[in-house]
């Protein structure tokens, strides 16, 4: 079992920038790929971003693409994703995810309970 907590949502402008976090727990973390999602209201949950278990391969989300960053500390098991130049259509509830096998929707073996992001206008 892996358990994931995420922190760092909230209310902000749009252009302002935000700093997710994930702590994770359990089994041996380093050995999965971790993954953030984001589902909106009335919306599927969808991919933002990905890294692999040793944080050399990286993968975005065309519509997050060059603004936000995924990052991983296995030495003391988080995982964070740097979003900036935040716009409203990034309001969602974003979700820390764990896959042994990768970290695509299929891939996924755990998740977290989410965090709120709301961006105004």
């Known amino acids: 079992q892996v358990q994931l907590v995420e922190s760092g949502g909230g209310l902000v402008q749009a252009g302002d920038s935000l700093r997710l976090s994930c702590a994770a727990s359990?089994?041996?973390?380093?050995?999965?790929?971790m993954g953030w999602f984001r589902q909106a209201p009335g919306k599927e949950r969808e991919f933002v971003a990905g890294?692999?278990?040793?944080?050399?391969?990286?993968d975005y989300a065309d519509s997050v693409k060059g603004r936000f960053t995924i990052s991983r500390d296995n030495a003391k098991s988080t995982v964070a994703l740097r979003m900036n130049s935040l716009k409203p259509e990034d309001t969602a509830v974003y979700y820390c995810a764990a896959g042994l096998r990768g970290y695509t929707y299929s891939q996924i073996d755990y998740w977290g309970q989410g965090t709120q992001v709301t961006v105004s206008s």
């Open positions: 359990g089994r041996t973390v380093s050995w999965y790929a």
């Open positions: 890294i692999n278990w040793s944080g050399s391969n990286t």
